[in-house]
């Protein structure tokens, strides 16, 4: 996995919000001169009917996914970072409803992105997958075994408190609070 694909897909599902224009993300340089540099990511979606739509760049699609006790959120992204597909489907902490039920939010809401991309599943590259209820290793590890079942070439799985630190911050120390559920 390109680790920049990892950086972008945490940084992403934790700032992304599907009623907002546009994410803007900034990076600060600090020294004498101080530049910023902010890239946007756009909610647009493609508007052309399926069968005239050419899937140009779909084989550098990613997605990210939010999965807790209420629901799960996946977002796939184009190579040039804009939303080309949403997702949604139930709770998927594997503490709560199941590694079995679990697996299958995830898979539903991924596959609804894709729907909504008009891309297929194996056309995503990789795949950051935030997961409440994943704290243990063992748990991560037997719900990327399931998850591998989808095609996605590369899955990482980690905790919800993992891809909202990271948006938080940019990857910068810091804290974050999670309470509740929804």
């Known amino acids: ?34 530049t910023s540099d902010c890239q946007t990511v756009t909610t647009e979606r493609r508007t052309t009917d399926l069968l005239n739509t050419r899937r140009v760049r779909a084989q550098h699609s990613v997605v990210g996914v939010d999965g ?28 709560r409803v199941g590694l079995t039920s679990a697996a299958a939010a995830v898979r539903e809401a991924i596959d609804n992105a894709c729907a909504s991309a008009k891309v297929r599943r194996s056309d995503v590259e990789s795949a950051e997958v935030g997961l409440a209820g994943a704290r243990k290793h063992e748990i991560r590890e037997r719900m990327r075994e399931v998850l591998l079942a989808l095609g996605i070439r590369d899955i990482e799985v980690v905790t919800d408190a993992d891809i ?3 948006g938080a911050t940019d990857g910068a120390p810091g804290i974050v609070v999670i309470a509740g559920t929804g």
């Open 1 to 34: 996995i390109s680790r920049w694909i990892i950086v972008i897909i945490k940084s992403f599902s934790f700032h992304y919000k599907s009623s907002d224009p546009r994410i803007i993300n900034n990076e600060h340089q600090t020294g004498p001169k101080e």
């Open 68 to 95: 807790g006790g209420t629901k799960t959120e996946a977002v796939i992204m184009d190579s040039d970072l804009r939303v080309i597909g949403e997702g949604r489907s139930g709770p998927s902490n594997p503490l």
């Open 164 to 166: 909202a630190l990271y």
